[in-house]
């Protein structure tokens, strides 16, 4: 029960940090276009 508890928050934060990376992305090309 604990070990599944854990993989689940191992995986939110996965997933949080990828969004995280996608949305500097996304700003970075932003930035681009803007700066074009």
């Not at 997933?15 to 074009?36: H, P, W």
Request: charged fraction near 25%; include cysteine; charge should be positive.
């Amino acid at each position: 029960m604990v070990e599944n508890f854990k993989n689940l928050v191992a995986v939110g934060e996965d997933r949080r940090s990828l969004t995280l990376n996608l949305n500097s992305l996304e700003n970075l090309c932003a930035r681009q276009q803007a700066s074009k």
